[in-house]
Structures are given as structure tokens and as C-alpha cells.
């Protein structure tokens, strides 16, 4: 548990430093390689991130660390899954919908995922046989596990309202619209929301959506804390012919996924 609470506090101190970042002029924007953007928040991030999880002696595959060759890591049984800065397209938007995504992985499938919401300062902490919470106004450290249980929300939250799905804002393809599209005839009480980044995943777990399609490119880190948190309130995470999601494959683009409650 302890390495649980060193994660969620590496969540929380990053987010603080994408803030600085995102009250500044200055986001040193560059191109990656995949034409995809990096800010100086990016890099700050996983800079922080990496400060904690160096204590934990497990090792970390993030989407700003260096790339690590399959043959390298097949045989890890246990390894961090990082995203410093999820939504970057939505940072430099200044629309508020990004992320901080850490999960812990054992033999494939996420056992603990936290996601911290820099702008909103709400904390997202699921913990697979434990269950998940919501924290709100969460802008320091965390003393101790404990503090989840008693304070905050479990998950899901239940609320009355029409059958939701919830999909990208930033990348919503014509499969995903067509699935949306079938589920509109099925549920006449249908009501659609879009979010950046793990948000999406975050609406499912905490009640407010019942479906969240995504059939468009995804990576690893983008959805590993998310389905920990969704699958420890009980919800699933599956590619398209039924089975789980699994991490720390060799291709680390994920296939398409459905997430439900």
C-alpha cells in the first residue's frame, strides 16, 4: 500500500507542476516524431513522477521516458504505467480537460490507477479487490491510504439520469459514431458526452456515463490507470471480441476497447 500512496502523491505534485506551467505564457511547445505535441508541462511532469516512483524500485514505462525495447521489459511481472500529461492537446486548448495517469500493472492487467485532474483538483484512486474513490480539492499530499476510505466517494456514484455514452472530444472517429449512432436506437432516452483525455474513463467509473466506445488509436498509458479504476468499481474494460485489455505487450498501441459499467 505503500507504493499506492507514493503514486498518488506523485500524481498530485505533478499536476501541481503542469499547473505552473498552464498559468504561464511560456509552454515550449515542440513535435514529436509522432506529430503529436510536447510541452515543457510534459516534461516537468514525468520529471516529478519519476523523483517518486524511483523509490519504489518498480520499474516504469511513461510516455516521456525513454523507449524501452520489448525484449527488455517481456519479462517484467510488476511495472508503473505513466502518462505525465494526458490531454495535451487539451492543455494547450486551455479547455482544463487533462490528466495525470499512473497505474501499477502485475502480470498484464492494472491492480491500482490514479488519475489526478490538475485544474479541477479532483482524484480519481481505484484499487482492484478494494474499490475506487473520488477526492475533491486535492491539492497537496496524502498521509496515508486511509484517508481514500474515509473521506472520499466510492465509486460509482449513483445518480438518476438517461443512458449516457461518453466519447473523445479530440478524436472521435465514423466506427465510434456508428456504434454511438446503434446505441441511440436502442436507448430512447439517450444522452451523449464528450471529455478529454482519461476523462472519459473517469465519467464511467464515478457513475455519470454508462459507455465509453473508443475506436480510434489509444496507447498503453492512456487508458491503464482508468481501467484500474474502472474494473476495481466494477466495471470492464474489453477490446471488441469480449476479452480484457492487457498491458506491457510488444505493440503498445492498444486495439480498439469498450468501456461499461
Known sequence: MQSYLTA??????AGLEILKVYNSNNFEI?????NSPLTLADRNAHLKIMEYLDQTDIPVLSEEGKEIPFEARKNWEKLWIVDPLDGTKEFIKRNGEFTVNIALVEKSLPVFGVIYVP???ELFVGIVGKGSFKMEAIDSELSSIE???QKGQKLPIKSDRPFTVVASRSHLSKETEDYINELKVQHPDFNFISKGSSLKLC???EGSADV???FAPTM???TAAGQAIVNAMGGQVTKTDGSALTYNRKDLLNPWFIVTR
Open 8 to 13: 498518488i502523491n506523485a500524481a498530485v505534485q
Open 30 to 34: 515542440e513535435t514529436k516524431g509522432d
Open 119 to 121: 485544474v479541477t483538483k
Open 147 to 149: 484517508i481514500l476510505t
Open 203 to 205: 465519467a464511467v467509473a
Open 212 to 214: 465509453y466506445p473508443r
Open 220 to 222: 498503453e498509458w492512456d
